[in-house]
Structures are given as structure tokens and as C-alpha cells.
């Protein structure tokens, strides 16, 4: 079991990096190169920034969901 959620920890740290990355900055980002350059009239952010926002959030609460049972099955085990 440890095991299992020490692999998803180490995807879930890869993605969450790869994803806070492709945001868009201040000046533009990665993400404009996936079509984020098409505004949406009505908020003002592109539908590919609004998924990529559900994205990263999804996988940092995988990222969280992972620390705190690696930290419990320390906390036993130990």
C-alpha cells in the first residue's frame, strides 16, 4: 500500500509541475501554444485555461489525498 501511494505521489508531483507550467503568466504562457489564445467574451479567460485550472486543481488534490496517507502509514508503521 505504501508503495502503491509512493508511485502516485511521484506522478502526481510531475503532472502538478508540468501543469502549474503550462499556465499563463502574466506575459502569456505555454498554455497560449494549445489554443489559449482565443478569449472568451464573457470572462476573459479561454476555455483551455478553465479546463486547465480543473486539471491542476484535480491533480494537486490527488497530490494531497497521497502526502497525507504516505504520512499516516509513516505514522503507523513507525
Do not use: P
Amino acid at each position: 500500500m505504501q508503495l502503491a501511494l509512493q508511485i502516485v505521489l511521484i506522478i502526481s508531483s510531475v503532472l502538478l509541475v508540468l501543469l502549474i507550467l503550462l499556465h499563463r503568466g502574466r506575459g502569456g504562457g505555454l498554455s497560449s501554444l494549445f489554443g489559449g489564445g482565443v478569449q472568451s467574451s464573457l470572462s476573459g479567460s479561454s476555455v483551455v485555461e478553465k479546463n486547465l485550472d480543473r486539471l491542476t486543481l484535480f491533480v494537486g488534490a490527488i497530490w494531497i489525498v497521497a502526502i497525507i496517507g504516505t504520512g499516516m502509514l509513516v505514522k503507523i508503521g513507525g
